[in-house]
């Protein structure tokens, strides 16, 4: 057995206050620190994880509040680190609900070869710099590159929500990050079966190869035992709105009756969830099968033959956010600096770097390889960066494994560097895929009011590249989209339309679609996006033959219909063209004599009239 964070001796009493004192110390620091770097727009867990070091026993320690000879608080603290393994085994668990078939369909190939692609790229860079720059040792160097894989979705999904970004840009990132999770927590536990099956003699291929084997398939039967647990402790039942008097069926033996929970999102199924995996995962951890491969086994069992509902308990906010304290307090309570030098410092770097140019460098080859989409090519790199919980866990985990402390002390702090710069760096490239795609809602906002005259240059912008092949006479659609198909196919056979590509057109507009609805109220909808293939902006007019509804303000049908389409590289003249637009659109009189325009003659005129 492995012995974790050996315990000093110390009475069993006298542990009891401290590890109370200790407790409340490590969630109070925790909670100050995310506290405070929320105040600074930087991402709580880091803040966390830095209160975590501040009240754990290396920082006291090294600033004189506690004596080198008082080891009651370290053992207080060590007796917490379980703690990390169950976090640990949920969020692997949880990774399960990806494995959903139907997802993985739908991920399709071009995330696994981005995700294949970055993993390797990654892994390779990390553990060469490590082993050839770093001189550090070839298993150490593994399986720190191993851990390197491991992403933060997460951290990327909060971002994501905040801003609002939803469409392919979206599924392509979630299913990169999840893969590069998988794909990292298989191989993390490949490596450490093999550090374990070095460490007790085990030295050919063979040798290693058939215990590896053995105890990667005990794994998986543990974790049919978990899913089993599981079914019969959290039962799917019929709805109870539509069977309201029906609690518990009578063919349902005593156990069943007494303990099943409904697989409605609870504090309760929380809690049959985290028992029943940490079972599982301690388990495997005591029988040294891969534990991670248990948890993720269990949870793509309960995501294909079970009720995907269970994994909704385990993101209850409120329980979330006190799990997640929890665990980055404990895990920055293990820092450990005692033995720093300049070659753990110059190791962190090497790390950085590698693991910075193995993401980048690993996306853009997968993306270049399948035909990603140019701008999500162009971001997708920059939002793989941020790296957390799974990486912190598989850290200490791996310094438990190989005895050797210096691997969290290399891991911790660069993760920490990731928290704080990946995130940053995410969060500016995903304002700037918003700036693509949203951000005119003030803009458009006039469409419906304003009756001001203007002399507005912008003004001049909007009707200065407007020619009669601009303007579509009784278009013919019976959808929102349909209108919009019509509309970028018309655009892309323009003179000079061929560097409009379609398919990027149509999503943009799509995601725009989601973010913010153009339908302006009083028939008008101005669906709009920026793409890189053009130089000059693009307006298209349309009058619709049956009205469609477009969302937005009044979800009315709409009538006439601008599609705005400009460059990425000239935002303000997009915002200007969005703004004359608005302006005047705006005015009653206009709307109707557009509608009313018998030829396109008649259509350009009025709108060159307008006021």
């Known amino acids: 057995m492995v012995t974790l964070f050996p315990i000093a001796a110390a009475p069993v009493v006298d542990l009891i206050p401290m590890q109370i004192l200790a407790f409340g110390a490590l ?360 790296q957390a919980g799974v990486a912190a866990v598989e850290a200490v985990y791996a310094g438990a494994i190989l005895q050797e402390p210096l691997i969290p002390a290399i891991l911790l702090p660069s993760i920490v560097i990731f928290e704080i710069g990946g995130t940053l760096m995410s969060g500016f490239t995903l304002e700037k895929w918003r700036s693509w795609v949203a951000g005119e809602e003030a803009e458009l906002q006039p469409a419906a009011t304003s009756s001001k005259r203007t002399t507005d240059p912008s003004r001049d912008l909007l009707l200065s590249g407007l020619r009669p092949d601009h303007v579509m006479l009784e278009l013919e659609a019976d959808t929102k989209n349909g209108v919009i198909e019509a509309m970028v196919a018309h655009a892309h056979g323009l003179p000079g339309g061929g560097n409009i590509h379609e398919e990027e057109a149509l999503q943009l507009i799509a995601e725009r679609e989601k973010l913010f609805a153009t339908g302006m109220g009083h028939g008008l909808a101005i669906p709009h996006c920026r793409l890189l293939g053009i130089d000059t902006p693009v307006v298209l007019w349309a009058c619709l033959k049956t009205g469609v509804v477009f969302g937005g303000v009044d979800n009315e049908p709409c009538h006439l219909v601008i599609m705005i389409l400009s460059s990425v590289g000239d935002p303000d003249s997009h915002m200007k063209l969005l703004g004359a637009t608005a302006r005047i659109l705006g005015k009653e009189e206009t709307r109707y004599a557009l509608l009313a325009a018998k030829d396109v003659d008649a259509f350009i005129q009025t709108l060159t009239d307008a006021p």
Request: charged share 15%; net charge positive; proline share 4%.
């Open 27 to 386: 969630m109070l620091a925790a909670h100050l620190g995310s506290k405070l770097f929320n105040r600074f727009n930087l991402p709580e867990p880091a803040g966390q994880l830095l209160g975590g070091m501040l009240a754990g026993p290396w920082f006291l320690h090294a600033t004189g509040i506690l004596p080198a000879s008082h080891l009651v608080y370290d053992g207080a603290i060590d007796g917490f680190t379980f703690f990390v393994f169950v976090f640990i085994a949920v969020v692997a668990f949880s990774i399960g609900e990806e494995l959903h078939i139907d997802r993985l369909k739908h991920v399709g190939k071009s995330a696994l070869v981005i995700s294949i692609t970055q993993a390797i790229t990654t892994m390779l860079l990390i553990t060469g710099g490590l082993f050839l720059i770093a001189r550090r040792p070839l298993l150490e160097s593994l399986m720190i590159g191993s851990i390197g894989i491991a992403t933060a979705p997460a951290m990327t999904f909060v971002l994501l929500n905040k801003l609002k970004i939803e469409g392919r840009l979206r599924n392509v990132l979630g299913s990169v990050e999840v893969l590069c999770d998988i794909i990292g927590v298989v191989i993390f536990s490949l490596v450490v079966q093999i550090a374990q099956g070095m460490s007790a003699g085990h030295v050919s291929l063979r040798s290693l190869a058939v215990p590896l084997l053995r105890d990667l398939g005990m794994a998986h039967v543990v974790g049919v035992g978990v899913f089993a647990l599981l079914w019969i402790l959290v039962r799917r039942r019929k709805s109870m709105v539509e069977h309201p008097t029906e609690i518990l069926a009578p063919q349902d033996g005593l156990l069943t009756r007494v303990l099943a929970e409904h697989p409605s999102p609870s504090a309760q199924v929380f809690s049959v969830v985290v028992g029943t995996v940490s079972i599982g995962a301690g388990l495997s951890y005591a029988l040294h099968y891969p534990f991670l491969v248990t948890a993720t086994f269990a949870g793509f069992l309960v995501a294909n033959l079970h009720s995907r509902a269970i994994f909704d308990s385990l993101k209850i906010s409120n329980i979330a956010a006190l799990f997640n304290l929890g665990f980055f307090a404990i895990v920055g309570s293990t820092v450990r600096f005692d033995k720093f030098d300049s070659s753990i410092g110059f190791a962190i770097a090497v790390y950085v770097i590698a693991r910075t140019a193995g993401k980048v460098l690993g996306t853009r080859l997968g993306c270049r390889i399948v035909g990603e989409d140019r701008k999500i090519a162009s971001c997708l790199p920059y939002l793989v960066l941020p």
